[in-house]
C-alpha cells in the first residue's frame, strides 16, 4: 500500500463515519514504508567532521535567523550543558553542532537537525496537518495554520522542533525545513551541505545515499561501525549518519524503534470504527432492557413533584 | 447563609411566589435575598476571601500571558512542551469530569431511577470539568483564537489530538444540552425542557460514544512518544484502555468528593431528598468505583507483563510506580472496600479521595513526572502554578455559583411554601 493512500486511510478511521464500512485490518496499519521513492536525503558521514560550525553559520543565515549570543567561531559551546543536556536546535539555530568524547577515541561532532522521517511523527501528531512530507524527501510546515498546541514536540522522537514560545501573537514552530523554499525544490543543495569545508555531507537520492553508505563501510570495516543510522530509525529517516564510534556514544537514540511513530497509534485508531459502530446500538438496546416494563416516562424526575406536594 | 436560615428566611427555590406571583430574574440570581442581605453573606464567607486573594494575584498573571506570551510565564522548555496547564488542566480535569457519562449511563440506560438525585450534580460536574479543561487549553494554545481551526478550517484527521477536539466540542455541546434541562426549568422556559428531556436517550448514548472514544485518546495522545514516557507508564496497546478504565472510578469519586463539600458546606441549598438518599448513593457509587478500580489494578499489571517490564520495578521508577499503585489503587480499593462493607459513608468518602489524588498522580506521572524520565525532571515555572490555581479558583467559583441557583441539589418546586 503507498504511503498516501495509508495516510488517507488513517484519516478516514479517525473522522468516523465512512470508516465504519471498511474496518481496518491489521495489514493496513502494518506495511512498512519506503517514503516517497524520489525522496533526497542526506549522508552525513561523521568520521570526517571536524566541528568547525561553518553549517550552523549557513544556516543562520539561508533561514534569516536572529544573531546567536556566541558567534560561530566560538567553540565554548561545545562545553555548554543545559539541564544536563548538551545543546539542541532552537527557535532561534534549526542546527547544532555538537562534540562527544568517547572513551578511547577522539572527540566526534555530530550536526543535529531535522531528519525528515519517512514517515514523520510531527506530521502524524498534528490536528491541523500543519506539516507536509514533499516529494523532494523535506517535511516543511505551514505556520499559517499552526495552533500551538505542540504536539508535535511531544511526538518527535528526536526532539526537534522548537517553539517560539517568547511571541505574544504568533508563536510558531521552528525547525530545518531542508532548505526546501530556498533550494530543494530547485534541486539545489541546502546551505549547511553545501558550506562544509571537509565534505561531511553527501546531498543526493535518500534511496542512493543508504548504498553510498553501506559501500562505505565495506570498504573501510575498521573505520566505521556496522549501522547507518536513519536507515531503519522510526521507519526510516531522510538524514541519515555513519559514525566511527558507537552511535550511542555520540549522543544518539538507539531504543528507538524501527516501526513508524504512528504504528504505536494504530492499537487506538482501530478501535475507533467499532465503537461508533457498535456502541449505539449495544446501549440503545440495553436501555430497552432494563427499562422494559417499567413505567418509561420521567414523570418520576425533578420536573413536576412540586405540584405533589402541594 | 446558615444565619439567614436561623432567622426563616428560605432560599429561592421555585418558580412562583407563594402567593401565585412569579419571581423575577433578579430576585432568582439574588437566591430570593434582598441585595443587601446577599452582600452580606458573601462577605460573611470567608472562604471568599480567599477567592478573592486567589483572583487578586491569578487575574492579572493570566492577562499579562495573553500581553507578553507563553514565555513569561512558563520556562517555555522545548523538552517539556506540555507543561501544567495540559498536565493538571486537560489531562486530570476530564478524567474526574466522566462523571457526567457515568451517572447518565446509569439512570437514564439502565433506568435506575435511584441515582436521580445526584444525576443533575454528575452532569453539572461533567460539564464544568470539561468546560475548564478547554479554558486551560485555551491558556495553554499557543494561538488560542486558532481554536477552530481543526473544525472548521484545516484538518489533520489522522492525528489523535484532532479527534480530541472534535470530542470534547461535541461532549461538551451534549453536556450543555442535558444541564440546561436545570437551567430552562430555572429561568422558566418549560418548553425547552420537555424538548431535551425527549432528546435524553439520545444525548445519553452520544454521551457514551464521545466519552469512550476521547477519554481513551487522551492515554493515546502519550503513544506517539515512546522512549519519552517512561516504559511503566507506557503502554502501546494498552494506554487507550488504562486511561478509559480509570476515568470511570475517577469520575464516580469526584462525585462523591464533591458531595461530600457539598453536604458539608451548602445544605442549605440541599433538599431532603438531596440529603436522605446521599449516604445510600455514596455507597452505591463507592461500588461501581471500585469496581472500576480493580478492573484497572489488573489492566495496569496485564500491561506490564505484557511488555515483559517487571525488571523496571526494582528501579527507583518502579518503587514510584509502585506507590502510584499502591496508594492511588490498592489502598483506595481497600479503603472503598471496608467503607462499603461496613456501610460506612466516612470510609467510602475516605476512598473517593484517595482514588481522585491517585488519579491526579497518574495523569501527571505520565504527562510531567515520567515524561522525559531519561532527561532533567520540570519543575512548572511559578507563575504557570498560580495560573493553574487561579483557574481551577474560577472553575470552584463557577460551581458554586451554579449549585447556589440551579434546582441541582434541590427539586425545583411550583410555587415557594409561605
Ligand atoms: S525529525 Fe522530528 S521534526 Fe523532523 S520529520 Fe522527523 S518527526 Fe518531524
Ligand atoms: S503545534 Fe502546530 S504544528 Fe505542532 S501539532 Fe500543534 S498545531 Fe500542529
Ligand atoms: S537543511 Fe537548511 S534548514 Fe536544515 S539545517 Fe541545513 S541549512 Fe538549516
Same mark, same amino acid.
Given at each position: 500500500?503507498s504511503?498516501?493512500?495509508r495516510?488517507?486511510?488513517?484519516?478516514?478511521?479517525?473522522?468516523?463515519g465512512?470508516?465504519i464500512a471498511?474496518a481496518?485490518?491489521?495489514?493496513?496499519?502494518?506495511?512498512?514504508?519506503?517514503?516517497?521513492?524520489?525522496?533526497?536525503?542526506?549522508?552525513v558521514?561523521?568520521?570526517?567532521?571536524?566541528?568547525?560550525?561553518?553549517?550552523?553559520?549557513?544556516?543562520?543565515?539561508?533561514?534569516?535567523?536572529?544573531?546567536?549570543n556566541?558567534?560561530?567561531?566560538?567553540?565554548?559551546?561545545f562545553?555548554e550543558?543545559?539541564?544536563?543536556?548538551?545543546?539542541r536546535?532552537?527557535?532561534?539555530?534549526?542546527?547544532?553542532?555538537?562534540?562527544?568524547?568517547?572513551?578511547g577515541?577522539?572527540?566526534v561532532?555530530?550536526?543535529?537537525? #531535522?531528519?525528515?522521517?519517512?514517515?514523520?511523527?510531527?506530521l502524524?501528531?498534528?490536528?491541523?496537518? +500543519?506539516?507536509?512530507?514533499?516529494?523532494?524527501?523535506?517535511?516543511?510546515?505551514?505556520?499559517?495554520?499552526?495552533?500551538? #498546541?505542540?504536539?508535535?514536540?511531544?511526538?518527535?522522537?528526536?526532539?526537534?522542533? +522548537?517553539?517560539?514560545?517568547?511571541?505574544?501573537?504568533?508563536?510558531?514552530?521552528?525547525k530545518?525545513?531542508? #532548505?526546501?523554499?530556498?533550494?530543494?525544490?530547485?534541486?539545489?543543495?541546502?546551505?549547511?551541505?553545501?558550506a562544509?569545508?571537509?565534505?561531511v555531507?553527501?546531498?543526493?537520492?535518500?534511496?542512493?545515499?543508504?548504498?553510498? +553508505?553501506?559501500d562505505?563501510?565495506?570498504?573501510?570495516?575498521?573505520?566505521?561501525?556496522?549501522?547507518?543510522?536513519?536507515?531503519?530509525?522510526?521507519?526510516?529517516?531522510?538524514w541519515?549518519?555513519?559514525?566511527?564510534?558507537?552511535?550511542?556514544?555520540?549522543?544518539?537514540?538507539?531504543?528507538?524503534?524501527?516501526?513508524?511513530?504512528?504504528?504505536?497509534?494504530?492499537?487506538?485508531?482501530?478501535?475507533?470504527?467499532?465503537?461508533? +459502530?457498535?456502541?449505539?446500538?449495544?446501549?440503545?438496546?440495553? !436501555?430497552?432492557l432494563?427499562?422494559k416494563?417499567?413505567? !418509561?416516562?420521567h414523570?418520576?424526575? !425533578?420536573?413536576h413533584?412540586?405540584q405533589?406536594? !402541594? | 447563609?446558615k444565619?439567614?436560615?436561623?432567622?426563616?428566611?428560605?432560599?429561592?427555590?421555585?418558580?412562583?411566589?407563594?402567593?401565585?406571583?412569579?419571581?423575577?430574574?433578579?430576585?432568582?440570581?439574588?437566591?430570593?435575598?434582598?441585595?443587601?442581605?446577599?452582600?452580606?453573606?458573601?462577605?460573611?464567607?470567608?472562604?471568599?476571601?480567599i477567592?478573592?486573594?486567589?483572583?487578586?494575584?491569578?487575574?492579572?498573571?493570566?492577562?499579562?500571558?495573553?500581553?507578553?506570551g507563553?514565555?513569561?510565564?512558563?520556562?517555555?522548555s522545548?523538552?517539556?512542551?506540555?507543561?501544567?496547564?495540559?498536565?493538571?488542566?486537560?489531562?486530570?480535569?476530564?478524567?474526574?469530569?466522566?462523571?457526567?457519562?457515568?451517572?447518565?449511563?446509569?439512570?437514564?440506560?439502565f433506568?435506575r431511577?435511584?441515582?436521580?438525585?445526584?444525576?443533575?450534580?454528575?452532569?453539572?460536574?461533567?460539564?464544568?470539568?470539561?468546560f475548564?479543561?478547554?479554558?486551560?487549553?485555551?491558556?495553554?494554545l499557543?494561538q488560542?483564537?486558532?481554536?477552530?481551526?481543526?473544525?472548521?478550517?484545516?484538518?489533520?484527521?489522522?492525528a489523535v489530538?484532532?479527534?480530541?477536539?472534535?470530542?470534547?466540542a461535541?461532549?461538551?455541546?451534549?453536556?450543555?444540552?442535558?444541564?440546561?434541562?436545570?437551567?430552562?426549568?430555572w429561568?422558566?422556559?418549560?418548553?425547552?425542557?420537555?424538548?431535551?428531556?425527549?432528546?435524553?436517550?439520545?444525548?445519553?448514548?452520544?454521551?457514551?460514544?464521545?466519552?469512550?472514544?476521547?477519554?481513551?485518546?487522551?492515554?493515546?495522545?502519550?503513544?506517539?512518544?515512546?522512549?519519552?514516557?517512561?516504559?511503566?507508564?507506557?503502554?502501546?496497546?494498552?494506554q487507550?484502555?488504562?486511561?478509559?478504565?480509570?476515568?470511570?472510578?475517577?469520575?464516580l469519586?469526584?462525585?462523591?468528593?464533591v458531595?461530600?463539600?457539598?453536604i458539608?458546606?451548602?445544605?442549605?441549598?440541599?433538599?431532603?431528598?438531596?440529603?436522605?438518599?446521599?449516604d445510600?448513593?455514596?455507597?452505591?457509587?463507592?461500588?461501581?468505583?471500585?469496581?472500576?478500580?480493580?478492573?484497572y489494578?489488573?489492566?495496569?499489571?496485564?500491561?506490564?507483563?505484557?511488555?515483559?517490564?517487571?525488571a523496571?520495578?526494582?528501579?527507583?521508577?518502579?518503587?514510584?510506580?509502585?506507590?502510584?499503585?499502591?496508594?492511588?489503587?490498592i489502598?483506595?480499593?481497600?479503603?472503598?472496600?471496608?467503607?462499603?462493607h461496613?456501610?460506612?459513608?466516612?470510609?467510602?468518602?475516605?476512598?473517593?479521595?484517595?482514588?481522585?489524588?491517585?488519579i491526579?498522580?497518574?495523569?501527571?506521572?505520565?504527562?510531567?513526572?515520567?515524561f522525559n524520565?531519561?532527561?532533567?525532571?520540570?519543575?512548572?515555572?511559578?507563575?504557570?502554578?498560580?495560573?493553574?490555581?487561579?483557574?481551577?479558583a474560577?472553575y470552584?467559583?463557577?460551581?458554586?455559583f451554579i449549585l447556589?441557583?440551579?434546582?441541582?441539589?434541590?427539586q425545583?418546586k411550583?410555587?415557594?411554601?409561605?
Amino acid at each position: 500500500m503507498s504511503k498516501i493512500t495509508r495516510r488517507k486511510f488513517l484519516a478516514g478511521s479517525m473522522a468516523g463515519g465512512a470508516a465504519i464500512a471498511m474496518a481496518p485490518t491489521k495489514k493496513a496499519f502494518g506495511a512498512n514504508l519506503e517514503g516517497f521513492p524520489d525522496g533526497m536525503g542526506v549522508l552525513v558521514d561523521m568520521t570526517r567532521c571536524v566541528g568547525c560550525r561553518s553549517c550552523e553559520a549557513a544556516c543562520n543565515k539561508e533561514q534569516n535567523l536572529p544573531e546567536p549570543n556566541k558567534s560561530f567561531d566560538d567553540f565554548s559551546v561545545f562545553d555548554e550543558i543545559k539541564h544536563g543536556e548538551k545543546r539542541r536546535p532552537t527557535e532561534k539555530a534549526y542546527t547544532v553542532v555538537n562534540r562527544y568524547e568517547p572513551e578511547g577515541s577522539e572527540p566526534v561532532y555530530r550536526k543535529i537537525q #531535522c531528519n525528515h522521517c519517512n514517515e514523520p511523527a510531527c506530521l502524524t501528531s498534528c490536528f491541523v496537518n +500543519a506539516y507536509t512530507k514533499t516529494p523532494e524527501g523535506a517535511v516543511i510546515y505551514n505556520d499559517k495554520v499552526c495552533v500551538g #498546541c505542540r504536539n508535535c514536540m511531544i511526538a518527535c522522537p528526536f526532539s526537534i522542533p +522548537a517553539y517560539s514560545y517568547s511571541s505574544a501573537i504568533n508563536p510558531i514552530i521552528k525547525k530545518c525545513i531542508f #532548505c526546501y523554499d530556498t533550494r530543494l525544490k530547485n534541486g539545489q543543495t541546502p546551505a549547511c551541505v553545501e558550506a562544509c569545508p571537509q565534505q561531511v555531507m553527501v546531498f543526493g537520492k535518500r534511496k542512493e545515499l543508504i548504498k553510498i +553508505a553501506h559501500d562505505r563501510i565495506r570498504r573501510s570495516p575498521g573505520k566505521y561501525v556496522d549501522q547507518v543510522y536513519g536507515e531503519k530509525e522510526v521507519g526510516g529517516t531522510g538524514w541519515l549518519y555513519l559514525s566511527g564510534v558507537p552511535f550511542q556514544q555520540a549522543g544518539f537514540n538507539v531504543s528507538l524503534p524501527s516501526e513508524p511513530i504512528i504504528n504505536n497509534v494504530k492499537d487506538f485508531l482501530a478501535i475507533v470504527p467499532m465503537v461508533l +459502530a457498535i456502541w449505539p446500538a449495544l446501549f440503545t438496546g440495553f !436501555h430497552l432492557l432494563a427499562t422494559k416494563g417499567k413505567s !418509561h416516562g420521567h414523570g418520576d424526575d !425533578h420536573s413536576h413533584d412540586g405540584q405533589e406536594e !402541594h | 447563609m446558615k444565619k439567614l436560615a436561623a432567622n426563616g428566611i428560605k432560599p429561592h427555590d421555585a418558580e412562583m411566589r407563594a402567593d401565585g406571583q412569579k419571581f423575577s430574574l433578579m430576585e432568582k440570581l439574588l437566591l430570593g435575598l434582598t441585595l443587601d442581605q446577599y452582600v452580606q453573606q458573601v462577605i460573611r464567607n470567608k472562604f471568599n476571601w480567599i477567592l478573592a486573594l486567589i483572583f487578586a494575584v491569578g487575574i492579572p498573571l493570566i492577562i499579562y500571558r495573553f500581553i507578553f506570551g507563553l514565555g513569561v510565564v512558563t520556562h517555555s522548555s522545548y523538552d517539556y512542551p506540555w507543561g501544567l496547564f495540559l498536565g493538571f488542566g486537560l489531562f486530570c480535569m476530564v478524567p474526574l469530569s466522566a462523571s457526567g457519562f457515568m451517572l447518565g449511563t446509569t439512570v437514564e440506560i439502565f433506568g435506575r431511577h435511584d441515582f436521580e438525585p445526584i444525576e443533575r450534580l454528575a452532569l453539572l460536574n461533567g460539564l464544568l470539568g470539561y468546560f475548564f479543561a478547554v479554558v486551560y487549553l485555551l491558556v495553554d494554545l499557543g494561538q488560542p483564537w486558532r481554536l477552530a481551526y481543526p473544525m472548521v478550517y484545516s484538518f489533520g484527521p489522522a492525528a489523535v489530538l484532532f479527534l480530541v477536539g472534535w470530542h470534547v466540542a461535541t461532549y461538551l455541546s451534549v453536556q450543555v444540552a442535558e444541564v440546561s434541562t436545570a437551567f430552562f426549568e430555572w429561568i422558566g422556559f418549560r418548553r425547552g425542557y420537555e424538548f431535551i428531556r425527549k432528546g435524553t436517550i439520545g444525548l445519553t448514548v452520544s454521551g457514551i460514544i464521545l466519552s469512550t472514544l476521547h477519554q481513551g485518546a487522551l492515554g493515546a495522545l502519550f503513544v506517539y512518544a515512546p522512549g519519552k514516557v517512561h516504559p511503566l507508564w507506557y503502554s502501546a496497546p494498552f494506554q487507550w484502555i488504562h486511561f478509559f478504565v480509570s476515568s470511570i472510578p475517577a469520575g464516580l469519586c469526584m462525585v462523591i468528593c464533591v458531595s461530600t463539600v457539598v453536604i458539608y458546606t451548602m445544605k442549605w441549598r440541599c433538599d431532603q431528598r438531596f440529603i436522605d438518599s446521599l449516604d445510600r448513593i455514596t455507597i452505591s457509587l463507592a461500588k461501581g468505583a471500585s469496581m472500576g478500580l480493580f478492573t484497572y489494578l489488573v489492566i495496569k499489571f496485564l500491561a506490564v507483563a505484557h511488555d515483559n517490564e517487571w525488571a523496571y520495578l526494582a528501579t527507583g521508577w518502579g518503587a514510584w510506580w509502585l506507590f502510584e499503585i499502591f496508594f492511588g489503587v490498592i489502598l483506595a480499593l481497600l479503603v472503598l472496600g471496608v467503607g462499603i462493607h461496613h456501610k460506612s459513608v466516612a470510609l467510602c468518602r475516605l476512598g473517593a479521595l484517595i482514588t481522585v489524588l491517585g488519579i491526579l498522580l497518574n495523569r501527571l506521572n505520565t504527562a510531567l513526572i515520567a515524561f522525559n524520565w531519561n532527561l532533567y525532571p520540570e519543575i512548572p515555572h511559578i507563575f504557570e502554578v498560580i495560573i493553574s490555581i487561579t483557574i481551577f479558583a474560577i472553575y470552584i467559583a463557577t460551581y458554586r455559583f451554579i449549585l447556589n441557583r440551579l434546582p441541582i441539589l434541590y427539586q425545583f418546586k411550583n410555587r415557594a411554601e409561605a
